[in-house]
């Protein structure tokens, strides 16, 4: 997909796709570095899992729209922040993750990036049924409070990444 064929609905939802698989990459080779620690591999699990409802949502979503509706002009903003989001790279961020605090810190980081805000207005804009707003706050609150479960600094800072 080259940068000025990337304009439609479609497009936009493809990129969007590409960002949340990336974030399930990410956590589930985060929960191979932490499976010694079983309390910090469970949360990356359940991370993972989360990007796969949302991965089947989008699915639902591209499958459901006619095809004029996909092949319509996408909005600019947000197929930029698509774009944007679609660059997540989670060899880049293993690379950098020594400690448990290391791999918290780059998850809020996703957590706090464009990939929730575009798929908030995806799932808002394109569901093919009503959703109600509240619902998919409650999700996205959810997700991210999952890494509450990964206790204090302090311990985060002591459990380094498994080596391999």
């Known amino acids: 997909m080259s940068p000025l ?3 439609t609905v479609s497009d936009m ?13 990410l956590y589930l080779r985060l929960m191979e570095a932490f ?13 993972g899992a989360d990007e796969a409802a949302h991965i089947r949502l989008l699915e639902q979503i591209r ?16 197929l930029e922040q698509a774009k944007s989001a679609a660059r997540f790279s989670p060899e880049r961020v293993m690379a ?14 996703i957590e ?3 990939i929730n805000a575009v798929f908030e207005f995806v799932m808002t804009e394109y569901f093919p049924r009503p959703l109600r707003l509240e619902f998919i706050h409650n999700m996205l609150r959810e997700h991210v409070d999952r890494l509450n479960d990964l206790r204090t600094t302090d311990w985060r ?7 391999g």
């Open 5 to 7: 064929s990337t304009q």
């Open 13 to 25: 939802i493809a990129l969007l796709l590409q960002a949340e698989i990336a974030a399930q990459t």
């Open 35 to 47: 499976a010694h620690e079983p309390d910090a591999s469970r949360v990356w699990w359940k991370m």
């Open 63 to 78: 499958d459901s729209l006619p095809p004029d509706r996909l092949q319509a002009p996408a909005d600019p903003i947000w």
């Open 96 to 109: 950098r993750i020594q400690t448990l605090e290391d791999a918290y810190q780059e998850a809020h980081a």
């Open 112 to 114: 706090n990036s464009e």
């Open 157 to 163: 800072r002591s459990i380094l990444k498994a080596s």
